[in-house]
């Protein structure tokens, strides 16, 4: 399995401001996905990054909100922008495509607080 | 994909066999049941997965019905790290994306 970090692994921001999460992978992945768990919920899937090219993103998100970057097979960015508290949740970032059967790994997870 | 029902909470004491059910009725003959197991403040971690057959590894035993509409993730002998949110994901190979639902909230009691 892959070896997944996140930074920073939490932040306290103020409202409209606009936090950027890094993702960094120890080997080339051929998928990175972004999540979102907000208090007390189960995981949403924000968007996937594509390498190359623009992400996909789930009913629901879009880009202007939470832009991604993905420059390449190691590395992706997600950014929160013009935060609000309802953005206060734990985001994740997940990779596959390491193995045969493609499971998905999660990163520690970016604990964002929103004032 | 399939959507799965769990049990919203489960206790089990600590060096018994946990089961945690899953119910998925509506899986199509393309779907692998997935289990991943959320602890606290950490991110999710895969467990094991199957099609049909049943299924072990280091860490966990899976066991599907016949007729693939339910499933039983076993560990063994609990520990008190084994306390977690369950979640069972039905997924078709080749569609990445996971979709969680409620989960099992796994208490192991000492």
């Known amino acids: 399995s892959a070896v997944i970090s996140q930074k920073p692994s939490r932040d306290i921001c103020q409202r409209g401001t606009s936090l950027t999460i890094q993702c960094q992978v120890d080997s080339q992945v051929t998928m990175m996905f972004w999540y979102r768990q907000q208090p007390g919920q189960s995981l949403t899937l924000i968007a996937t990054a594509n390498q190359g090219s623009e992400a996909t993103y789930e009913s629901g998100f879009v880009i202007d909100k939470f832009p991604i970057s993905r420059p390449n097979l190691t590395f992706s960015t997600l950014t929160v922008s013009n935060m609000s508290p309802e953005d206060s949740s734990i985001y994740l970032c997940s990779v596959a495509g390491t193995t045969r059967y493609n499971e998905q790994f999660f990163g520690p997870g970016t604990r964002l607080t929103v004032l | ?110």
């Open chain 2, 1 to 110: 994909d399939a959507k799965t029902t769990q049990p919203p909470s489960m206790d089990c004491a600590e060096g018994r066999a946990a089961n945690l059910p899953c119910n998925h009725s509506t899986i199509s003959g393309n779907e692998y049941v997935y289990w991943y197991r959320q602890i606290h403040s950490q991110g999710p971690q895969y467990i094991i997965h199957g099609l049909k057959n049943n299924e072990t590894n280091e860490m966990a035993s899976l066991i599907i019905t016949e007729d693939r509409k339910s499933s039983t993730l076993i560990l063994p002998h609990a520990t008190l790290r084994d306390t977690a949110v369950y979640y069972c994901i039905v997924r078709g190979f080749g569609n990445e994306k996971l979709t969680f639902g409620t989960g099992t909230r796994l208490t192991i009691i000492p």
